[in-house]
């Protein structure tokens, strides 16, 4: 890759960041990683997954204890439910309650449904392609941060 295309690939990186504070404004209290954790849940339990605070950091790869922050200010709020394991009382399972629900529903099914057909001129591929290349240049550059002269 020549260095202005890694610097291309920096400004796109800025301007997403730019997207994703034109998405549509939250609810008083509530932060953009309530919804992500929310669709996070819900697509797994879609695959037969019952949901624990490590799948959720596996699947983002977030670090556990800020997961298991998020996960207790959402339940302190309302969004989410801790149900303890009936096999092993050390596992508790999340669920998201009728609230956390609505609150999906509004910033992830119907903001989504009514972005897709705007975004139809972008094939599937060129976007999993996108989500690769940011991926790969992120384990990168957090891989090798230290040893990179800033």
Known sequence: MTIQNIKDLLDACYQGKRVRELLPPLPRGVRPSYVQYLDVIETLESHGVRVKVSDISDTLHLPRPGVTRTVKEMEDKGY???????????????????????????????????????????????????????????????????????
């Not at 989410?80 to 508790?92: N, P, Y």
């Not at 094939?123 to 230290?146: F, G």
Request: aromatic residues 6%; charged residues 30%.
């Open 80 to 150: 989410l439910r801790k149900i303890a394991s009936e096999e092993d009382g050390r596992v508790t399972y999340l669920a998201i309650t009728d609230s956390g629900k609505r609150l999906s529903q509004i910033h992830n099914a119907q903001f989504f449904a009514q972005l897709a057909p705007l975004l139809a001129d972008i094939s599937d591929e060129d976007a999993a392609c996108t989500v690769r290349t940011i991926q790969k240049l992120y384990d990168v550059m957090s891989e090798r941060s230290d040893s990179l002269e800033r």
